[in-house]
Structure formats: structure tokens, C-alpha cells
């Protein structure tokens, strides 16, 4: 379980509007306040100032030019080049980050939230907490870890995959998406040579086991070079690894 205590390291009330975000996914009520909270805190962000001048560092992420923003230190530990970091009214970081394809805040941690301009715009000019406004509709994708582990689930895959020899590794996140209310997604992604006829074979019998288990609601997909995968090989611990047995 040596995964587990690293991604759950720290204190949430060691950052209030990271703990705020977390409770906004699952609650489409908090989404104002978080929004509300944003715009009055000050937030990080790599890049530099000089000669008065704001020198932000753009990252090339799932296929975009996006600007990193983070809540806290804590959060920006989570890029391996560990950049020089500047501290900005988030107000003024998100007026400047309308020039790239796309921000996110608290990359590569498990309240991982992406925005999109239109929703930037919103928070900018006050029209997202507008009585006409969708205060439910979230905007862009927010990827992480689950706040509960199906522990179950996954103790017994553990046991059953290594008789699965064609399964490298499997990991775990919970996904939201924009404009969807309902709760977040937990996701099981395999990293596996099948075919995708015998894949669909394979995802019909975890689903089977997850059922036995009460983890209906998991579901189960291949690992794949998209924004997901990225963040799963990128930054989290797979939870079951043919090559550590």
C-alpha cells in the first residue's frame, strides 16, 4: 500500500482551495464557492518575472499548449523539472492564460482540474454565477485519484492477474467531465498486448468480478496514449505490475 500513503500525503487543511476543489467534484453546489474562492486567491505558476515582465512557462500537454497553475507548493512538487515558480493573484494568472490552448490547475495531483476559455471567460466577467448560468456545468476534465478505493476490488485483482500473463499493469483514477453532474467516474485502465475482441472478453469478466465485490460502478478500459494514460504513467503507481511479482 506504499502507493496509497504517497498520493494521500499531506493535510487538506494545508491548502483550503485545493480541499474546496476536491469537494466541488462531487458536489455541484460548492462549484460557486470554489469558483469565488479561485478568483480572490493568489496561485503559482512556472515561469518568471523580469525586468517587470511575466515570463510564464507553457507545458505541451495532451496534445496542448497549456499553462500550469497550483494552489500551493505542495501540488507543484508534482513536476519532475521542478521549475521556478511565481506567485500571482489567480485574477491576473487567468487573464494571461487566455492566450493558451489550455490551463490547468494542480497538474499531475489527484484533484487535477483542466479549464476551458469559455469557462475562464465566465469566471473573469461574472456570467458563471449569473442566475441563467449551468452553475452545475463544470467545465473542461478533471482527472486524479479517488478519494475511496475500491480496496476489494482491487486486492482481489492482485491475486487473479498474474495468471494474465498479456496484463503488464493496471491503474486507477477517478474522472469528471465537463457539464456532467453526476458523480465522478472511477476508472481501472490495463496496459495489455490483447486484441480488442479479447479485451472485450477480458473487460466482461472484471466486470463480473467487480460486481461480486460491490464495485459496480468501476469501469474498466485499456490504457491508451491519450490525456488519461499520460497522467496514469506519468504520475501515479500502478496498483498491480507483472514486472514487481
Known amino acids: 500500500m506504499r502507493f496509497l500513503s504517497k498520493l494521500f500525503a499531506g493535510s487538506p487543511a494545508d491548502d483550503p482551495l485545493d480541499a474546496l476543489l476536491a469537494d466541488a ?22 515561469g518568471e518575472q523580469r525586468d517587470g515582465e511575466l515570463l510564464l512557462r507553457p507545458y505541451d500537454l495532451y496534445g496542448k499548449r497549456s499553462i500550469l497553475l497550483f494552489t500551493s507548493r505542495a501540488p507543484a512538487s508534482s513536476l519532475r523539472d521542478h521549475p521556478p515558480l511565481v506567485e500571482l493573484p489567480a485574477r491576473v494568472l487567468l487573464e494571461v492564460s487566455l492566450g493558451f490552448d489550455s490551463v490547468i490547475l494542480n497538474y499531475g495531483n489527484r ?31 478533471m482527472v486524479g485519484q479517488p478519494r475511496e478505493y475500491p480496496v476489494r476490488l482491487m486486492n482481489e485483482l492482485r491475486s487473479a492477474l498474474p495468471s494474465r500473463p498479456d496484463v503488464l499493469r493496471a491503474y486507477i483514477a477517478q474522472v469528471s467531465t465537463e457539464g456532467v453532474t453526476e458523480e465522478p ?45 499520460e497522467y496514469l504513467r506519468t504520475e501515479t503507481k500502478p496498483f498491480y505490475d507483472a514486472d514487481e511479482l
Open 25 to 46: 467534484v462531487r458536489a455541484p453546489e460548492l462549484r460557486e464557492a470554489f469558483y469565488r474562492r479561485l478568483l480572490a486567491a493568489t496561485l503559482m505558476v512556472p
Open 111 to 141: 484533484n487535477e482540474k483542466e479549464f476551458t476559455p469559455p469557462e475562464i471567460r465566465g469566471i473573469l466577467d461574472g456570467s458563471i454565477f449569473s442566475s441563467g448560468a449551468d452553475a452545475g456545468a463544470f467545465g473542461g476534465i
Open 185 to 229: 467516474k472511477i476508472v481501472m485502465a490495463f496496459e495489455t498486448g490483447m486484441s480488442d475482441d479479447d479485451f472485450e472478453l477480458f473487460r466482461g469478466r472484471v466486470g463480473l468480478l467487480a460486481g461480486s465485490v460491490g464495485a459496480e460502478g468501476v469501469h474498466f478500459v485499456r490504457l491508451a496514449a491519450d490525456g488519461l494514460g
